[in-house]
Antibody
Framework: QLHLQESGPGLVKPSETLSLACSVSGGSITSSTSYWGWIRQPPGKGLEWIGT???????YYNPSLKSRITMSVDRSKNQFSLELSSVTAADTAVYFCARRSGDYVRGWYFDLWGRGTLVTVSS | QSALTQPASVSGSPGQSITISCTGSSSDIGGYNFVSWYQHHPGRAPKLIIYAVTNRPSGVPDRFSGSKSGTTASLTISGLQAEDEADYHCSSYTSTDTHVFGGGTKLTVL
């Protein structure tokens, strides 16, 4: 069964770059039917979609974060990563990685999620 | 893109039914039948419970149902159980190839 696990530092200083990885076990990140994505939840707030990408490189980012986001994949490790630059306290959140499935008929949805990892931006 | 609008909280007694609304616009909910709902027990991985407005993934009880009218989607949980107490989030695909979520609704089972 496919399992996702986020990892990365829990504390990042303002203006620095937040870097997280998502390890995929029980399946391949190069699956032809899967997109991969990041979603976050600031304390006391709702979920916010960060971005989604396919292992070959096509990607879709939240317009409000696009200028600061880099998503990449490491096929050798079967994991994908998120980098968010120039962070501020507003980027403090629980960050989730997820698999996006679906198609033009059923639509797209996130059918498998990691437990999330809390990242705090503070000096 | 603006977040979808959900009530902050709803509550119900065991055995009762509750409905959570999710309001968007013609660019998201109103334009596509691509609404999904997620159940999240804090500290655990969120779980997909409804996709494509009305469809339940395998293993999700039929007590959970979804619907849509215009720019508002709804999640109904019938026969409330204690384990249904969780946060519920709606989401929609949008006209700009992005996804938007609601603010989340905390369900309390009295």
């Amino acid at each position: 069964q496919l399992h996702l696990q986020e990892s990365g530092p829990g504390l990042v200083k303002p203006s620095e770059t937040l870097s997280l990885a998502c390890s995929v076990s029980g399946g391949s990140i190069t699956s032809s039917t899967s997109y991969w994505g990041w979603i976050r939840q600031p304390p006391g707030k709702g979920l916010e979609w960060i971005g989604t990408f396919y292992y070959t490189g096509s990607s879709y980012y939240n317009p409000s974060l696009k200028s600061r986001i880099t998503m990449s994949v490491d096929r050798s490790k079967n994991q994908f990563s998120l980098e968010l630059s120039s962070v501020t306290a507003a980027d403090t959140a629980v960050y989730f990685c997820a698999r996006r499935s679906g198609d033009y008929v059923r639509g797209w949805y996130f059918d498998l999620w990691g437990r999330g990892t809390l990242v705090t931006v503070s000096s | 893109q603006s977040a979808l609008t959900q009530p902050a909280s709803v509550s119900g007694s065991p055995g009762q039914s509750i409905t959570i609304s999710c309001t968007g616009s013609s660019s998201d909910i109103g334009g596509y039948n691509f609404v999904s709902w997620y159940q999240h027990h804090p500290g655990r991985a969120p779980k997909l419970i409804i996709y494509a407005v009305t469809n339940r993934p395998s293993g999700v009880p039929d007590r959970f149902s979804g619907s849509k009218s215009g720019t508002t989607a709804s999640l109904t949980i019938s026969g409330l159980q204690a384990e249904d107490e969780a946060d519920y989030h709606c989401s929609s695909y949008t006209s700009t190839d992005t996804h938007v979520f609601g603010g989340g609704t905390k369900l309390t089972v009295l």
